[in-house]
């Protein structure tokens, strides 16, 4: 669609595994057109190979960036490069920033200082400045562990190749489960209304705003956030429908 929002998704090589690829590209479909992709490295390192293997499939175009330091990401300077040059260029409504690198932290808030929707998306390793300077982000490892059956995991494993990829078995969310549960009690103490409750969506919206890595797929095989909410304890969803209207119906959450 003509409205549809547009997205540049440029992805860090030295800093992200190709293991999570098929995640990364879904998470990115879901907010909206993924106009512009790019993926930065050093692509005479034989180490690429995975990624060079399925980067036609998806459309994703390589940038050469030499690493002319050993020890050194040298993918960061032409990715932050290509990220302004396109915020100037004024085709796109946001940014999906994928490395699990602190020093795009300064790009993210760059970006978001010129109106643009910055997600990050990387490993439950990534230091917090960078992930609270995006609005939301993604934690592909979690995700991966969480969203894809054991039979896909096994079969993205075999594709990439990777052998640091079969140990995922401690992988845990960045924020803990007990610390939303807080966060989720204090925001309906604070906002909700004078029958105790407050919308779903308003709640989930001050939620990411205070943990932008918050994604409820992240603490099982939750679908919804609603089905999150329920399952806490002291929570509960009331839905309002509209007689004779064509008009969703609200959900609304509140402790029992």
């Known amino acids: 669609m003509d409205n549809e929002r547009k997205f540049a998704l440029l992805i860090d090589a030295d800093n992200i595994s190709p293991k999570y690829l098929m995640v ?14 790019r993926i930065y490295g050093d692509w005479t390192d034989n180490s690429k190979k995975t990624w060079k293997d399925n980067l036609l499939d998806y459309s994703i175009v390589p940038i050469q960036q ?20 396109i915020l100037y260029s004024n085709v796109i409504d946001g940014f999906i920033l994928v490395s699990s690198d602190s020093d795009f932290t300064r790009l993210a808030m ?7 929707t910055v997600i990050g998306m990387g490993e439950a390793k990534t230091p917090s400045a960078f992930v609270k300077a995006c ?6 490892d979690v995700l991966f562990k969480n969203t894809l059956s054991t039979e896909e995991q096994k079969e993205v494993l075999e594709t990439t190749e990777d052998e640091t990829s079969n140990d995922i078995s401690d992988v845990a969310p960045i924020t803990e489960i007990g610390e939303i549960k807080k966060c989720i009690l204090s925001i309906l103490d604070e906002h909700s209304d004078e029958n105790g409750r407050m919308l779903l969506s308003e709640l989930g919206r001050l939620l990411t705003k205070e943990y932008p890595d ?6 099982g095989k939750y679908k919804k956030f609603s089905q999150f909410v329920q399952k806490l304890s002291g929570c509960e969803i009331d839905m309002v429908y509209f007689e004779g209207e064509n008009k969703p119906p609200l959900a609304y959450v509140k402790t029992k």
């Open 214 to 219: 918050f994604d409820e797929r992240n603490y």
């Open 110 to 116: 760059r970006l978001r200082e010129a109106g643009k």
């Open 66 to 85: 030499y690493s002319y330091t050993t020890g050194k990401n040298s993918s960061d300077s032409a990715m932050i490069i290509d990220a302004m040059d």
């Open 135 to 140: 609005e939301e982000f993604k934690t592909l």
């Open 24 to 37: 990364m590209l879904a998470e990115a479909k879901r907010y909206g057109n993924v106009t512009i992709r």
